[in-house]
């Protein structure tokens, strides 16, 4: 099982091959519908971002929130649904994805294009997955509660590669 | 005849208690049927997937935590007897009151925005969708089931021919987990309604996922259905994460009601592993 830490480096991506397991540890940002929806009208409009995401690993999640833990159950959302926002996103330097299921042809050649890489997390894992998480802070759109962009830093935790920066993709049997 | 009372209270109060335990305490059954796929699946990631899942009902429970950080919209089925009479508030109220503390007291997503298209939090997981049925008697039985959206988004209904047979019942089965392939968080359960009306037709399939896993169809030709949809399903060997393997679908649960001479009203709702449901009868 390899080991990988953010921020993700282009020899480390270029190393890592569809079906791949991995343990990340580092740095990752939660964002899906709503945040992706605002962060590409801001790019649209070349706006600044409230996140510098260049370089950096989102993760399409909402997670619950908790009283006496860093995070709540905290596990993917299916990332299809952020397909459309995707190629903006990595041109802006996302470097990596994590959620569940599978990608559009869209995503898969932004994901070839950028040099990127999308991963899946155990999915409806989210009590299981909350161990691997050290810290959660809420760095932007406060206002969109769960929805909201967090810093998550996270300790070995576990994703298979779905899609490559080479565009192999595990679930390309289903296309 | 004489009127039994229940406070609306009481009813608040269960409701909270079963939203609670449906979302942190995997149902028994579903928790057996993943057991035992973990038991047959051969070695490799799909195996350790399946061992996750047995891991995060453990934690979820003993750390009184979402099972899946998705807790859902709250569905409550309620069989109320014409002898109640609800006193010091009515049921719909209490049924909203009881999933909003429930969501606050166990620490659980607010998924639920007030308008489609304006998309405002209503910071309450309410409303709830309330289903009520009258029969006689003096009981109320109350079933809540909180879904997630990733399966409720890949459900699925068609208005067959009324000379429709099993053959087109199974295709639209196999057709709505093709579609959905690995994204809905499979192995799945599949609730499969037939006949009413539309609208009725959709709940029923809901409704059937009420039904423990390990329970056929009392009704000989229903599970025949069912066992038939499972092994058809199956054949897309999607499995867990969509790795392939020994399962693709836990269940199908087969569930009618009678309907119009002209009509075959059919509906699939996709659930996925995570399948949580709790019950109590006041």
Excluded: W
Aim: aromatic letters at 4%; glycine letters at 10%; one cysteine or more.
């Amino acid at each position: 099982m390899k080991k990988i830490n953010t921020p993700l480096m282009e020899n480390v991506i270029a190393d890592l091959k569809a079906g791949d397991e991995v343990l990340l540890s580092g740095v990752i940002f939660t964002a899906r519908d709503q945040a992706h929806l605002k962060l590409c009208e801001l790019i649209g409009q070349n706006e600044d971002l409230p996140v510098n995401i260049a370089g950096q690993v989102i993760y399409y999640c909402g997670p619950t929130p908790s009283a006496d833990r860093v995070i709540g159950s905290c596990g993917p959302t299916t990332s299809s649904r952020m397909d459309p926002f995707t190629p903006p996103l990595l041109k802006k330097g996302v470097k990596g994805m994590i959620g569940k299921g599978r990608r559009s042809s869209g995503a898969r050649d932004a994901i070839v294009r950028e040099k990127a890489i999308y991963f899946a997390a155990p999915a409806g894992a989210g009590a299981y997955l909350n161990g691997k998480v050290t810290s959660c802070e809420v760095v932007a759109f406060p206002d969109l509660g769960p929805e909201a962009m967090h810093k998550l830093t996270v300790k070995d935790f576990p994703l298979i590669v779905v899609i490559d920066a080479f565009g192999n993709d595990i679930y390309a049997r289903f296309n | 005849m004489r009127t039994r009372y229940i406070d609306a209270e009481i009813i608040k109060n269960t409701i909270k208690d079963l939203c609670i335990q449906a979302n942190t305490i995997l149902r028994p059954d579903v928790l057996e049927a993943i057991k035992e796929l973990y038991r047959r699946e051969s070695d490799g990631f799909a195996k350790n997937m399946l061992g996750a899942l047995i891991q995060n009902a453990d934690i979820a429970r003993r750390d009184e935590l979402a099972l899946c950080q998705d807790t859902g919209m709250v569905t409550v089925f309620i069989t109320v007897g014409g002898d109640v009479f609800i006193r010091g508030g009515n049921i719909t109220e209490a049924v909203n009151e009881g999933v909003a503390a429930a969501y606050e007291e166990g620490h659980f997503r607010k998924s639920v925005v007030a308008d489609p298209l304006l998309r405002g939090n209503t910071g309450t997981n309410t409303p709830a969708i309330v289903h009520i049925d009258v029969i006689g008697g003096d009981k109320l039985m109350i079933a809540v089931m909180p879904k997630g959206f990733g399966s409720e988004n890949k459900s699925r209904t068609i208005m067959l021919n009324p000379t429709a047979g099993s053959d087109e019942i199974v295709e639209f089965c196999v057709e709505t987990v093709k579609l959905a392939g690995p994204d809905a968080c499979p192995p799945y359960v599949l609730g499969v309604g037939l006949g009413g009306t539309m609208e009725q037709c959709a709940s029923l399939a809901k409704k059937a996922l009420l039904r423990p896993l390990n329970i056929a169809s009392s009704k000989p030709h229903l599970a025949e259905l069912e066992d038939r949809i499972k092994k058809k399903v199956n054949e897309l060997k999607i499995g867990v994460m969509g790795l392939g393997g020994a399962s693709t679908v836990l269940a199908a649960v087969v569930e009618t009601t009678p309907t119009h001479i002209a009509g075959l009203p059919m509906a699939v709702n996709l659930s996925c592993h995570a399948l949580r449901s709790a019950s109590a009868v006041i």
